[in-house]
């Protein structure tokens, strides 16, 4: 193994590094701190959320396979059970207004951050499909009285609850009081069903039946927490990159991430910044590359506002060609090499993978492991 040496706290040493050599160390880095290179995987799905924080989970399959393909030999089943038996992850609408599952110890803070400024940043979706605040309000009301009496309900159950106040069937109406009730933190998704015509749906349950925590502690400073725990996840990285991934307003993001170089909580590596206490620390790089399987959507490459580090210029329309699609991709050291896609069926799960360019022997036989990981992840024998 290899020792890529974090910088000291002012970055000294690092000003004559060649400018890929830069560029490479800084991709590895961060896939190091997502857990997708060096090596590196964690125990279980909860190890792997409070790693990185917020795994994008706006599809909740690839939320699931990002945990996997940051974990040791961890099922669908361990996912399950880290959702719904021990509540220690949660799936809400938290950083862009986006769904992401998150540490549940975090949930309420987090509402609490980002819930008004997206409910206000909703207005005018509001006023266009005429939801005015005394129906939403209403409509918290109906949504919590249902749950209270019916128990977990899908979307569907709980846009047929808001007919009698005059919500459409169809429409994007239901949905965005549905998700009005959750950012108000009324609502959060709660267990799949298990069986039924909603079978395999996510539901939705009372945030405070769920997580019954309501004396839990605040930060003092909820926006420069936020920006230590992105730090944490996705260094090197500036404020620029922390106020694309949180939806933070600039000048919000850059009085929290000055807060952090107040406190002495992160220090400068190659222009971009890392934690503190990382700058005395080595990151070990390892000879045989690091080949991993990512989701769509997957939260490495939406945690920066720019992915020239993690996807060659040439091939990103492959990896994301427009209309808001992020394709399954293939890393070897945090660089895209290819994308995959899958087809799952009763008999097996197959995986296809479609690389940029030929591929070396040693990420050949890395690839073959994950295929293999992915199938056995998707259809368990």
Not at 134 to 140: F, I
Not at 156 to 170: I, K, S
Not at 311 to 317: D, F, S, T, Y
């Amino acid at each position: 193994m290899r020792a890529v040496r974090w910088p000291d706290v002012e970055g000294k040493g690092n000003a004559h590094v060649p400018e890929s050599e830069r560029d490479r160390r800084v991709r590895y880095l961060r896939a190091w701190a997502q857990a997708i290179g060096g090596g590196v995987r964690e125990d279980d799905a909860a190890a792997v959320v409070r790693r990185v924080f917020a795994v994008q989970a706006q599809d909740a399959t690839a939320a699931r396979l990002g945990i996997r393909a940051r974990s040791r030999a961890v099922d669908g089943e361990a996912v399950r059970v880290a959702y719904e038996d021990d509540r220690s992850i949660v799936r809400g609408w938290f950083m862009r207004g986006t769904l992401h599952t998150v540490p549940a110890p975090d949930v309420r803070w987090l509402l609490r951050l980002l819930g008004p400024r997206l409910l206000r940043a909703g207005e005018r979706r509001y006023r266009e499909l005429e939801l005015d605040e005394a129906l939403r309000e209403r409509a918290d009301d109906l949504l919590k009285r249902a749950v209270t009496t019916h128990g977990p309900l899908t979307r569907a159950e709980l846009t047929e609850r808001l007919a009698p106040l005059g919500v459409p069937p169809t429409g994007q109406a239901a949905f965005h009081l549905i998700r009005h009730a959750a950012l108000r933190g009324i609502l959060v998704h709660g267990p799949e069903r298990a069986e039924g015509e909603y079978a395999g749906e996510a539901t939705f349950v009372l945030l405070d039946d769920w997580l019954p925590d309501a004396g839990a502690a605040f930060p003092e400073d909820a926006a420069a927490e936020l920006a230590r725990r992105y730090l944490k996840a996705y260094a090197p990285a500036d404020a620029a990159d922390f106020a694309a991934w949180a939806g933070l307003p600039a000048g919000v993001a850059r009085t929290a991430w000055r807060a952090l170089a107040d406190a002495g909580a992160s220090a400068e590596y190659a222009g971009l910044t890392v934690p503190a206490r990382r700058a005395t620390q080595d990151a070990d790089e390892t000879d045989t590359p690091d080949v991993r399987l990512l989701p769509a959507y997957d939260n490495y490459f939406t945690g920066y506002r720019t992915r020239e580090l993690s996807v060659p210029a040439a091939h990103e329309k492959r990896v994301w060609p427009g209309g808001g699609v992020l394709r399954p991709t293939v890393t070897v050291d945090g660089l895209a090499v290819a994308t995959w896609s899958r087809q799952v069926t009763k008999e097996a799960a197959d995986v296809r993978v479609e690389p940029f360019a030929p591929l070396s022997r040693e990420v050949r036989d890395g690839l073959a492991e994950e295929t293999a990981a992915v199938s056995r992840f998707l259809r368990p024998e």
